[in-house]
Each structure stands twice: as C-alpha cells, then as structure tokens.
C-alpha cells in the first residue's frame, strides 16, 4: 500500500515578498510619510528610491530584508529596511535618515579571507551580507570542515571590518542573535494577518495616488506633494518628536554610554565623554563589558537626580505619555541601547523615533521603527 503525502506535506506555501513587491511597499511608505509632513521627512520632497535593494539575510541563512537607498540629487538621504517574507509580519521595518554608507564587498572580501585562514581545509557554503545583531550589518561566510563536516560562521562588521566572534549577544557583551527567529515568537498565522493588512495600507495608499495622477514610483516632485495634500487616506497622522542630539559610539560596547550622552545633552547637563562614563563603571582591571541596566539606571539617579524605570510592557500608551512630558527614554534591543525619542501615529499604526548610537565611529543614526516591534525593554527616566 502506498501512502500519498497530504497536499501541505507535498508543497510548502512560498511566502516570500519579491523586490518588486517590496519596492512598491517602499515608495508608498515614503510618500505616506512625506505628504504627512511626518518629522524627519521634511526635506525629502524630490526624493526617489533606488529599485534594486541590497538583500540583507539572517544569521540563519534566510532572507530579513530588502534595503533600498534613498536619493536626492544624487546624494543618499535615507534606507527603508522592508521584510522580504510575509510571516515576519507588517512589510515595514525602519527608515533610516543620512545613514552612513557601509561597503559590503570589502566586508565580503574579510570575511572570506578569514575563513580561508582559519579552514584552509574547509569549503567555503556561502558568503552573505547579514543582519548579524540589529541593527549591525556585515558579512558572513559559512566554511564546511571537509573532515568532520561541521560548518563555521565567519562574522565581519561592515563598517569596521572586525571580525565578531559567533557567540550570543548579551546585555552586555557583543554578538549575534536572529532577528527572523524573534520576529517568528508572534506565531506565523498572527505575521501573515499583519503582512496582509500592510499591504492593504500600501494598495490603499497606491490607488489614491493613481486616482490624482500620482505614480508613486517616481520622485517626490512639489506638484505631487499638493495633490496629495489633504488626502485622509494618506495624511492623517500625529506626532511629537524631542529633538534628541544623536550620539554615535566610540566602541562596540559603548551604546550605553553615547545614550547616556544623548539623553545629558537633551537636559542641558555637563556631559562628559563614553570613556569618562565607562571609567566610572569599569576599573583598568575589569574586563571590558558593556553597561548593565542597573548601571543605566545608577548614573540617572546619581548624577541627574533622576528616577530610572526598568520596563518590559512596552506599550504604546506608556511611549506617548513619556514623550509627550517631554521625557526621552532608554529603548533596549539585546544586546544595545539606543534612545527614543518621539512617536508618529499614522493609518492605524504607531510608530518610534530612534536615535541609535550605530554605526561605531558615527554621528548616530536617527531612524523610524514600526512601534515596539524590536524592543524587550524600555528604562524610563523621570
């Protein structure tokens, strides 16, 4: 007797989002924003979006994002991060204003050649660029020991050319965790609503446009802007943002301190340098480590007379009422602080501004997050 496979176990549905999908999610976004005078995007008028997008992969080997570039007279001005598979839910990650470009060849080129060191015997699978730990991009390699058959991973940041040793990221120390699992923790079915109702948003969005003579894959001109303007389908939102000074950080596990820094400027307070908060954790016998949240909370209360809030409810409510008693706060992904600043309510969904102390060695990078969708704690300083 034969058994026949049922028809899920004879084909897996494919789920995934293609560039030119993503594309069309990309620009409706941006214009979305852009007519709705949302922070940030007041000068983007004119603005167009590369078509073909870097593919960014998990640690896990699949798909995360396409990452398109934004340019204006030639100068790029911004990246939107859209998922490129359906059951990581709503299509929008982040949009990213004057980021610092990376060079992903170069960060290839390390990454194989440390693997070619270090395996010299071994088979080089893959080499991929990746969201190693978020928001941190670079290169990975995956070499195959010929004689046991284990494979390695070889990470290299972008931006430094370091390598990162392939261990859990934690509180305090550098590494890498998948953004795709974490995404995966609110159930397929639950992701899959999400996507469907974003791209309903999109193809709303995408019809009004049309309806006024707008393609919305084409730049931003002033023309379209004033046709666009007054739309309900497009325009409703609110939003309140602190004017936050970013900080970028010095070292890798200086995102505490250069939050520490941003959130000290914002009140006027004496700031000191990342090496001078560190010194006030860490003695020259310690091993070097990130800040821990006790630590955060510690130089609140001591040096600002400040109150600070561990939280891992994360709800919107609390964001719009800390922001709107202009209180910036801690905003925590593992392994990195970074600081939120403001919130935008838009088409039903709720997102945060972020002044994120990444890349090393930059000024920061302020961005738009969808809601708390990459948070798992919050400290609040009041």
Not at 3 to 26: G, N
Not at 344 to 352: A, C, K
Request: glycine fraction near 6%.
């Amino acid at each position: 007797m034969m058994l026949v496979p049922a028809a899920s176990a004879q084909e897996e549905k494919d789920y995934s989002v293609t560039a030119e999908e993503a594309f069309k999610h990309a620009n409706a976004h941006m214009i979305n924003f852009i007519v709705s005078d949302a922070p940030n995007f007041e000068n983007w008028t004119g603005a167009s979006i590369d078509p073909k997008p870097l593919e960014l992969y998990d640690i896990n080997g699949k798909k995360l994002f396409y990452q398109f570039s934004v340019y204006k007279e030639k100068e790029l001005i911004g990246t939107i991060d859209i998922y490129a598979n359906k059951t990581l839910g709503h299509s929008f990650n982040d949009i990213t204003f004057d980021p610092e470009p990376y060079k992903a060849a170069e960060a290839m080129k390390k990454s194989k050649e440390i693997a070619k060191k270090n395996y010299s015997t071994g088979e080089i699978k893959s080499t991929k660029m990746v969201v190693y730990s978020y928001p941190s991009i670079g290169a990975m390699t995956v070499v195959k020991d010929k004689t046991t058959g284990v494979e390695h991973r070889i990470f290299v940041d972008a931006y430094t050319f370091e390598e990162v040793e392939d261990k859990p990221a934690t509180e305090t120390e550098p590494g890498v965790w998948s953004m795709h699992e974490m995404k995966l923790e609110n159930g397929v079915e639950e992701n899959l609503k999400e996507w469907e109702k974003s791209d309903q948003l999109i193809k709303s969005i995408e019809q009004a446009a049309a309806n006024k003579g707008v393609n919305i894959s084409m730049a931003v001109t002033e023309e379209n802007i004033k046709k666009l303007s007054g739309d309900a389908t497009i325009t409703a939102s609110t939003s309140v943002t602190l004017g936050v000074p970013p900080r970028g950080q010095e070292k890798d596990i200086y995102c505490g301190e250069a939050s520490i820094q941003m959130i000290s400027l914002y009140y006027g307070y004496p700031t000191p340098s990342q090496t001078y908060i560190y010194d006030y954790f860490f003695g020259p016998k310690d091993q070097p480590a990130g800040l821990r949240i006790d630590e955060m909370i510690e130089w609140a209360e001591v040096k600002w007379g400040k109150t600070g809030s561990l939280d891992t409810s994360l709800t919107n409510a609390e964001v719009v009422t800390e922001i709107d008693n202009r209180k910036p706060f801690y905003s925590i992904i593992p392994g990195h602080y970074r600081v939120c600043q403001g919130y935008l309510i838009q088409n039903g969904y709720f997102y945060i501004y972020i002044n994120d102390p990444l890349p090393i060695g930059s000024s920061g990078t302020p961005k738009i997050e969808l809601g708390s969708s990459q948070e798992t704690k919050r400290i609040y300083v009041r």
